[in-house]
Nanobody, 121 residues
Framework: QVQLVESGGGLVQPGGSLTLSCTAPGTIPFINTMAWYPQVPEKQLEWVASRVSGGATNYADSVQGRFAISVDNTKNTVYLQMINLKPEDTAVYYC???????????????WGQGTQVTVSS
């Protein structure tokens, strides 16, 4: 079931802002990547943002300059800060963390339950 707890979604007008949160039950060692994936009905998951443990980030062209990933290690939480939201950003947003239980071992993935973001006037 749900391993990461998401919150922060809601209804916002175009041009508005939201910050999504993704909280793990505890500290996850050997994190490979943190990422956010939006999904709309009858479509595959899309990718919009990712961050490696070293801090490097990557963003889809559609959200470049508007979305940003940040982390608070003291709270075991990953954030997606979104500004200048557009109707096409509307989706259920899922967070994902890829990690290794042991150094050099297989990568495992854990997911959030999803949080709805609706951008509409």
């Amino acid at each position: 079931q749900v391993q990461l707890v998401e919150s922060g979604g809601g209804l916002v007008q175009p041009g508005g802002s939201l910050t999504l949160s993704c909280t793990a039950p505890g500290t996850i060692p050997f994190i490979n990547t943190m990422a956010w994936y939006p999904q709309v009905p009858e479509k595959q998951l899309e990718w919009v943002a990712s961050r490696v443990s070293g801090g490097a980030t990557n963003y889809a062209d559609s959200v470049q300059g508007r979305f940003a990933i940040s982390v608070d290690n003291t709270k075991n939480t990953v954030y997606l800060q979104m500004i200048n939201l557009k109707p096409e950003d509307t989706a259920v947003y899922y967070c994902n963390i890829g990690y290794r239980p042991r150094p050099g071992g297989p990568i495992r993935s854990i997911w959030g339950q999803g949080t709805q973001v609706t951008v509409s006037s």
